[in-house]
């Protein structure tokens, strides 16, 4: 465009009438979790919350007003009739042994899980065009989930939001491990935001230092939640996880602030943000023996989270003092003693392939249960693409090297090209043990056009998920309220005495026996060899004919026999 | 919060098309993959740049790349791209909407792309949303021979399907002119083949000609950028919306002195003169814009519909969450009740077989002895 001069501004205001802000309230708060880990390294959380009250499913009632709530999102909930949507993009693998656990877990690639509302009456043609728009607003290949590679779980992934249907028709489970995170799936995810990437805690996402460290998480997740439990509301939390290197982002320096981890530093709230918090963990530094926090603040706050209770200082960025003089806020975190080892989780989760050759192999699944007295089940879901055929039959559950059988085995086997493989089971971890699900498989040959253009990488196979109410160390609180910070009420919580966790493996990668693709070539030249040299001689033999041919003589002779033609003499043979 | 019960505008902005064509539309493709074709990568994504930094959105870009380079983990400076040594310009950037990615660019969807063939569930950001008065301008890159281009090292698209491609873009009336840049070895060869009007192309080398890359950067440990492509951008860095330049300018970029290889350009097929068409014809959409200074009142809006309180008795959906382990509940849970379909296949052959035997062996007569 070509702006001479503008004139002025037009001034907007976000509601058109003011009746409209009433009728269509929403919410929005952010929030920033930093916890600094045994290791050196430091883990930050963002959580973002979009709160809207409001029903797309109700009918008559056509929404068009979005103020807060992104309205590609909205739109996308209306046509398909979502009723849950969980999509997450990871860079990297979250160590759990080294790390602890994460607020909000994802495997690495990308996830998406969907519960469909039950008045859909074709819910495979409404996943593959949801995929399908969601790959356009995500900026990821998406739309290579097909049916293949989704699964309907039967007792995981339950709705994490209201409701008390569960058929399980409804729901669609899908990953990708092979799938890249990368800015341009950073940018799409925070114009989702209501301030963009331009004020808030959002400024600090820079993509040049988000990427650059062991692990990368974004997820988006949309659920209907109740506020106080007397009127529907619709949540959208953006959630954003990074573990910061000490080596490669710290420089080998244990000393961390805000410009170190983002280059940036914080200069205002969200103005649209009715909560705006930075969070810190202080747990294991009650008397700052451990690191040093600056600037100092007076608030503290304590959270029952992962089982556990945990204190924060906590800096409200609403708040004018927060920034100081400078008008910007730095936190800064200087580790001085030698931190002990970190407490192990009592949950965790390995999977590994062994065998050798490129004709079988086992897959070796390994959890550990770490609690020192208390057993308690877990729920492991595996879903295996079709190219790798598993035999059931060798299946084997082992704890303390006896045979450990699953309370609940739910199998779909898979068809070829059509559906992937779908295991699931509830097993009873004895107290302190490994258990160590095996089972044989064999790999298939896949047809020549079903290779990727780099096959000799090879073949991932998503990471299994295995869903777990671990006991709790303290009592976890079983109603949401308002002032709750973001990060301990996202899992709704039934009973007191155990959480929800849920653990990722790692995600395989397998070689499938890959064919030589120049053999078409080869085999097209040697076979018209073949062709021409067999039949080509066979057919001269039979067609050529021989004629005699003189050969035409050479100059001199020709000229000797003119002259002798002339004299009248005999000629020249 | 009421902000405000009335909108005064004071001024307002009047948009005049006065120039016969609409917006311009992009289509940039890279088709190598691997590591060491980061250049391709980089050159796609330098063009991607100067035409965002003119003003285009990223609703009229689509952009296509084989590889993720920026995020690649040999990348020693994750979520850039350089296409300079030294690491001075970061083509990445921090807002870039990649349409197409990874396995994605492939003959089919590019071609697909081009005539607006696409599945009705493709999002509008991968289609090419472009009408008879559009631009549009093609950038290919990656590795080519005489008459073809290589996609991501497992298919080609060749000279005649790209050719093609153009004279269904013409019928349907998707294009007022088209500008086809490539940068390949022996980029010539692939417009030779074009007979549809108002196209007009440009290539980085001759056929018989290899395309050669600019320079290596020891940090990264590959070629950065292509020749022709860098003296391109470093052409492109210096136009702004209102720049006067004209395709002539855009002729002589890199000559053979700096390219070694021999740039090529095809015009014939172009109605007007190139030396009349501005580059930011196609480079940056430019529209005449006219102010005024009335104050235009809007219309009170429409009234939202008032939320019907009956619904609410009607819907006694209790709000509880969900128990996300129910362990008894798994544990007996019953197995879903299967829909029942005949027999199909194996069994229904095997029935028959048994049912043949069986009648064979007894007869019919004999059957009132076995019932």
């Known amino acids: ?573 | 919060m009421n902000y405000c019960n009335l909108i005064t505008i004071f001024a307002f902005i009047n948009l005049l098309v006065s120039i016969p064509h609409g917006y311009s539309n992009y289509v940039e493709v890279c088709t190598s993959r691997f590591w060491f074709n980061y250049r391709h990568v980089a050159n796609t994504l330098s063009v991607y740049r100067s035409v965002k930094r003119l003003g285009i959105p990223d609703s009229h870009i689509v952009l296509m790349l084989a590889d993720d380079m920026a995020c690649n983990y040999r990348n020693p400076k994750p979520a850039t791209v350089f296409s300079h040594k030294n690491m001075e310009l970061n083509v990445y950037g921090d807002d870039v909407e990649v349409d197409y990615r990874g396995y994605e660019v492939t003959v089919e969807n590019f071609l697909r792309v081009l005539t607006g063939r696409l599945p009705p569930s493709t999002p509008r950001s991968k289609r090419l949303l472009s009408d008879d008065r559009s631009n549009i301008l093609i950038y290919l890159t990656g590795h080519g021979g005489n008459g073809f281009l290589k996609f991501q090292d497992s298919e080609e698209i060749s000279n005649m399907e790209l050719a093609d491609a153009f004279e269904q873009m013409w019928q349907k009336r998707r294009y007022n002119e088209l500008l086809f840049i490539i940068d390949t070895c022996q980029g010539a060869s692939m417009y030779e083949r074009f007979y549809s009007p108002n196209l007009m192309a440009l290539a980085s080398s001759q056929v018989g000609e290899d395309s050669l890359s600019h320079q290596p950067d020891l940090g990264i440990g590959v070629h950065l950028m292509d020749k022709y492509t860098f003296y391109l951008l470093e052409f492109l860095e210096e136009v702004h919306p209102a720049s006067q330049a004209n395709m002539n300018d855009l002729f002589k970029v890199c000559p053979q002195s700096q390219c070694v290889s021999t740039p090529g350009h095809r015009t014939d097929l172009f109605q007007r003169d190139p030396g009349s068409v501005l580059i930011t014809d196609f480079f940056g959409s430019v529209r005449k814009v006219e102010i005024t200074k009335d104050t235009i009142n809007l219309t009170s809006p429409v009234e939202p519909p008032i939320k019907r309180s009956g619904s609410s008795d009607i819907q006694i959906e209790s709000l509880t969450y969900v128990d996300q382990l129910p362990v008894a509940e798994i544990i007996h849970q019953k197995p879903k009740q299967k829909d029942w379909h005949p027999p199909d296949g194996f069994i229904l052959g095997l029935w028959t077989l048994i049912l043949l035997v069986f009648f064979q062996t007894y007869g019919i007569k004999h059957l009132k002895h076995i019932f």
């Not at chain 1, 998406?142 to 209201?162: R, W, Y």
């Not at chain 1, 062991?214 to 506020?227: G, L, N």
């Not at chain 1, 990668?509 to 030589?516: C, E, G, Q, S």
Request: glycine share 6%.
């Open chain 1, 1 to 573: 465009f070509r702006f001479p001069s503008p004139i002025g501004h037009i001034s907007t205001c976000p509601s058109l009438i003011g009746q409209c802000c009433k009728t269509h309230p929403g919410s929005f708060q952010e929030e920033l979790v930093i916890r600094p880990l045994h290791s050196g390294d430091i883990y930050a959380s963002f959580q973002f919350r979009t709160l809207w009250d409001t029903d797309f499913l109700q009918e008559g009632q056509k929404v068009s007003h979005y103020r807060l709530f992104p309205k590609s999102l909205g739109q996308v909930l209306s046509k398909f009739s979502v009723r849950e949507l969980h999509i997450s993009f990871t860079q990297g693998f979250w160590r759990t042994m080294q790390w602890g656990q994460p607020f909000i877990p994802s495997p690495p690639g990308a996830e998406l899980w969907v519960w469909f509302h039950d008045t859909v009456s074709d819910v495979d043609g409404n996943w593959k065009e949801l995929t399908n728009v969601l790959s356009g607003i995500f900026c990821a290949s998406l739309n290579f989930i097909d049916l293949t590679n989704t699964v309907q779980p039967s007792a995981s992934f339950k709705p994490l939001g209201l409701g008390n249907a569960t058929d399980h028709r409804f729901l669609r489970y899908a990953t990708l491990p092979r799938e890249i995170v990368c800015t341009e799936n950073l940018t799409p995810w925070k114009k989702l935001l209501p301030c963009g990437s331009k004020a808030g805690l959002a400024v600090l996402m820079k993509s040049e230092k988000l990427f650059h460290s062991s692990f990368h998480s974004q997820a988006v997740h949309i659920r209907p939640i109740c506020q106080q439990c007397s009127s529907k509301a619709w949540e959208l939390r953006q959630t954003l996880n990074v573990v910061f290197d000490l080596h490669t982002s710290g420089q080998g320096k244990k000393e961390w602030s805000l410009f170190k981890m983002f280059s940036r530093t914080l200069t205002e709230a969200c103005p649209l943000a009715s909560s705006s918090k930075v969070y810190v963990d202080i747990t294991d530094n009650p008397e700052g023996e451990l690191f040093e926090l600056s600037p100092a603040t007076p608030l503290l706050g304590q959270a029952v989270v992962l089982g556990d209770r945990r204190t924060y200082s906590v800096y409200d960025l609403s708040r004018a003092e927060t920034f100081g003089q400078l008008r910007s806020f730095n936190l800064l975190l200087r580790w001085k003693g030698d931190s002990g080892d970190m407490l192990r989780p009592l949950l965790h989760a390995e999977r590994y392939v062994a065998g050798f050759g490129l004709q079988t192999g086992e897959i070796h699944t390994v959890i550990y249960n770490n609690h020192p007295y208390r057993a308690f089940p877990v729920l492991l879901m595996d879903s295996v693409p079709w190219y790798l055929q598993l035999y059931i039959h060798t299946l084997t559950v082992t704890s303390k090297s006896r045979d450990n059988k699953p309370s609940y085995i739910h199998y779909q086997p898979a068809k070829d090209r059509h559906r992937p493989h779908l295991l699931e089971m509830l097993i009873q971890l004895p107290p302190h043990s490994m258990t160590e699900v095996t089972v044989q498989f064999e790999r298939a040959l896949l047809k020549w056009t079903e290779y990727t253009p780099d096959p000799n990488h090879g073949f991932y196979v998503g990471s299994s998920v295995v869903s777990a109410l671990v006991p709790s160390m303290v009592a976890m609180r079983t109603n949401f309220t308002q002032d709750q910070p973001l990060f301990s009420s996202f899992v709704p919580v039934k009973e007191e005495s155990s959480y929800f966790v849920r653990v990722y493996t790692e995600p395989l990668l397998v070689n499938l026996p890959t064919p030589d693709f120049s053999m078409p070539y080869n085999v097209i030249c040697l076979t018209c060899t073949v062709v021409a040299v067999g039949y080509g001689s066979f057919y001269n033999l039979l067609t050529r004919t021989f004629q005699v041919d003189e050969p035409s003589p050479p100059l001199s002779k020709r000229l000797a026999n003119l002259i002798r033609r002339m004299r009248g003499v005999p000629l020249l043979t």
